[in-house]
């Protein structure tokens, strides 16, 4: 994880971030936004709140290392303010906008899977995914997992996915599913959103989640060698840190599965590679503001970027080698980003979680709610051919509507300007795009 300067307001991890305000105002030109239909839960004085309030949100604690070199987690979670979802929410409704509360809420108050469907074309697709496996690895264990995976589901409408009727499985490192590692409360925040995200995009597939038992790059990367022993095709990875010279070889040990689409979160600290993103091997996932617009597709989305200190990660590698299928000229090694999703946490998902904190709905933001978003689309693509690299397929379908190409905001300063800043085509913050469909994920 960089570390931003001593004077940085976002020096610590825990602090309380303040995004722009996530306002649309084009009329909806769709029904069925936010699916899940509920009363609204705002008190009166909540109801009384400007639908321009300003969304805050803080670092999950996971985002700031337990130990030195460990890697960090790439969510945050949101404590006030008025969300896209609840804006365009009340936009359709006629009701006040509800403003989310520090705690859990009655209700979500973030994009549902409807919504994330309906965004990168996949309301079809999503009907698909049956048989595939969806790995997740994190950190250390969240004991309440399997339930907080059924409620999200369960809400939504979402087929039962348990450990039961197997389709749901959590294992350690090693593949026990007895000797886990020791719980965590806010590596627990992560999986929730990781396993939520998954379950959103891919409903119909399996899910497996491997819990390393620290957060260095060695138990991480063994968790990932776990999950595609254990049969996995498509694996999610929402956390990074600052690159190495051993990146070389800890691509070798564990990131080297040809025919498994392993997608890596992008970062959350604004320019800058990191690694395992920044792997020849992984598709690097970074992150957009995603909101309801007047256009045909319904949505509109710029890059993810807050201050200089925060936004979805892009770059040029200090070590990677440049993989043969990417061939833009700014980074004589390897480029991120590949692809990306929705990140920004003023446009946030909703994650249901109860590990540690009042149990309930809560929005969440980060590029670890882009990487399992990708690694569901990839298994709505279907099973990558062997020997395969599934970074590469995006490229196959550059400039192609199977991607909806982002073409405006930037993440920083930099010397080569498609590195941070959005344009026609391919750049760094965003790749080639966000999904329209499977076909840029289908090898």
């Known amino acids: 994880m960089r570390t931003p300067p001593s004077n940085s307001p976002h020096t610590s991890g825990r602090r309380r971030r303040i995004g722009a305000a996530a306002a649309t105002t084009a009329a909806l030109l769709f029904a069925g936004l936010g699916t899940a239909t509920h009363a609204d839960a705002a008190t009166p004085a909540q109801a009384t709140k400007s639908a321009s309030a300003k969304v805050t949100w803080t670092a999950t604690p996971c985002a700031t290392p337990k130990h030195k070199g460990e890697l960090a987690c790439h969510s945050f979670r949101v404590t006030g303010g008025v969300t896209a979802f609840e804006k365009a929410r009340a936009q359709r409704t006629g009701e006040s906008a509800r403003v989310t509360p520090k705690a859990a809420a009655a209700d979500p108050t973030g994009y549902g899977p409807s919504d994330l469907q309906d965004a990168y074309g996949l309301t079809s697709a999503a009907a698909g995914g049956s048989g595939e496996t969806i790995a997740i690895v994190d950190a250390y264990d969240d004991p309440n997992a399997a339930a907080d995976l059924a409620k999200y589901r369960s809400h939504y409408g979402l087929p039962s996915c348990t450990t039961a009727n197997g389709c749901f499985k959590k294992v350690g490192?090693?593949?026990?599913?007895?000797?886990?590692?020791?719980?965590?409360?806010?590596?627990?925040?992560?999986?929730s959103l990781d396993l939520d995200m998954a379950s959103a995009v891919c409903p119909n597939c399996n899910i497996l989640l491997v819990e390393a038992k620290s957060a260095s790059t060695a138990n991480l990367g063994t968790a990932v060698n776990e999950a595609v022993k254990l049969g996995a095709k498509y694996v999610s990875n929402s956390y990074g840190g600052s690159e190495s010279s051993s990146d070389s070889t800890y691509d070798s040990s564990y990131f080297n599965h040809p025919g498994v689409a392993i997608t890596v979160s992008a970062g959350d600290e604004g320019y800058g590679a990191e690694y395992p993103a920044a792997s020849k091997y992984v598709t690097a996932v970074g992150g957009t503001a995603l909101k309801t617009s007047s256009t045909t597709r319904g949505w509109t989305e710029t890059v993810w970027n807050t201050s200089s200190t925060e936004g979805t990660g892009s770059g040029c590698s200090s070590y990677d080698a440049k993989p043969s299928w990417q061939t833009d000229t700014g980074c004589a090694r390897r480029t991120v980003a590949d692809v990306s999703?929705?990140?920004?946490?003023a446009t946030g998902v909703s994650v249901y979680d109860s590990y540690g904190v009042t149990a309930g709905w809560y929005t969440f933001g980060g590029t670890s709610a882009s990487a399992p978003i990708i690694a569901g689309v990839y298994a709505l693509a279907g099973t990558p051919s062997s020997g395969s690299y599934p970074a590469e397929f995006p490229y196959r379908a550059a400039g192609t509507s199977a991607l909806n190409d982002v073409i405006s905001g930037s993440n920083g300063s930099c010397s080569t300007g498609y590195l941070c800043t959005a344009a026609s085509g391919y750049d760094g913050p965003t790749g080639w795009g966000t999904p329209e469909g499977t076909d840029a994920f289908t090898g």
């Open 173 to 191: 490192q090693t593949g026990s599913t007895t000797s886990l590692p020791t719980a965590d409360s806010g590596w627990a925040e992560e999986e």
């Open 341 to 345: 999703a929705v990140a920004d946490p």
